[in-house]
């Protein structure tokens, strides 16, 4: 479901898309899609094929007006537990763990015409853990062997 749904999706409006002369699409996928994880394989995989979806969308239909594009949250837990929070935030570069209404700006900004040279892209939304090293869990890799 994590890529097939974003294919569908995807398919089912771009014919839309064409007869109107343009869209955007905003497609969303995890830092699992950069990182895969140990005993992980089918997330990762499947959101490592999302962000290549969105830039295979991206430049087959740019010509077309339409643009294609990936939110990648990291650490946004759903649940409201402050201990869970505060017990996560030490892990995260910036400290802290992300909010959900922290997606929305972004996914404005992706669907609005401030955008428009944007296509293909996937921004991090992850409090810098990707560029820090860490995986979306807050795990840090070390080398075994």
């Known amino acids: 479901v994590?890529?097939?749904?974003?294919?569908y999706c995807s398919r089912a409006i771009v014919p839309h898309?064409?007869?109107n002369g343009g869209g955007n699409i905003i497609n969303?996928?995890?830092?699992?899609?950069?990182?895969?994880?140990r005993n992980n394989f089918m997330y990762s995989i499947a959101k490592g094929?999302?962000?290549?979806?969105?830039?295979?969308?991206?430049?087959?239909?740019?010509?077309?007006?339409?643009?294609c594009t990936c939110i990648a949250p990291g650490l946004?837990?759903?649940?409201?537990?402050l201990n869970m929070r505060e017990q996560r935030s030490a892990g995260q570069p910036v400290g802290?763990?992300?909010?959900?209404?922290?997606?929305?700006?972004?996914?404005?900004f992706l669907a609005s015409d401030a955008?428009?040279?944007?296509?293909g892209e996937t921004v991090l939304l992850d409090g810098g853990a990707i560029a820090?090293?860490?995986l979306p869990a807050g795990y840090a890799p070390i080398a075994e062997g």
């Open 132 to 134: 820090g090293g860490l």
């Open 76 to 81: 946004i837990p759903k649940e409201i537990d």
């Open 17 to 19: 898309f064409l007869q």
């Open 96 to 108: 802290r763990t992300g909010w959900s209404r922290e997606m929305g700006p972004l996914a404005i």
């Open 49 to 67: 094929g999302v962000i290549q979806l969105t830039e295979a969308l991206a430049m087959t239909y740019a010509r077309e007006n339409i643009r």
């Open 2 to 7: 994590n890529l097939s749904s974003a294919f």
């Open 28 to 37: 969303l996928t995890s830092g699992w899609g950069y990182r895969g994880g």
């Open 115 to 119: 955008s428009a040279y944007m296509s």
